[in-house]
């Protein structure tokens, strides 16, 4: 009962700059950890970065100083702030949360992935 609705990715050239947004929504009690993925062609699913319930940040060596991840709770959403993007960033980008319904119980969920293309 719990949906991650993706939205922002789209064409850009190099260097340029995208924003994605996941918004949580259903039996949400609490989120714990709230994160992006993304997979390339041909390549595995990769963590690209994650941020806890207390605002502590996680980043892959790849995007560190160029990405930035946050998040509004009263909105249950997390962001993702893309910039000097390039090529080797073109994939299909996933978010993911920890989420704790009423019962108590937690479970991970996944959006439905949004393309980003970094292109000239």
């Known amino acids: 009962q719990v949906q991650l609705v993706e939205s922002g990715g789209g064409l850009v050239q190099p260097g340029g700059s995208l924003r994605l947004s996941c918004a949580a929504s259903?039996?949400?009690?609490?989120?714990?950890?709230m994160g992006w993925y993304r997979q390339a062609p041909g390549k595995q699913r990769e963590l690209v970065a994650a941020?806890?319930?207390?605002?502590?940040?996680n980043y892959a060596d790849s995007v560190k100083g160029r990405f930035t991840i946050s998040r509004d709770n009263a909105k249950n959403t997390v962001y993702l702030q893309m910039n000097s993007l390039k090529p080797e960033d073109t994939a299909v980008y996933y978010c993911?949360?920890?989420?704790?319904?009423?019962?108590?119980?937690?479970?991970?969920?996944w959006g439905q992935g949004t393309q980003v293309t970094v292109s000239s």
């Open positions: 941020i806890t319930s207390g605002g502590s940040t």
């Open positions: 259903g039996n949400i009690f609490s989120i714990n950890v």
């Open positions: 993911n949360a920890d989420i704790q319904g009423s019962y108590g119980f937690g479970l991970i969920y």
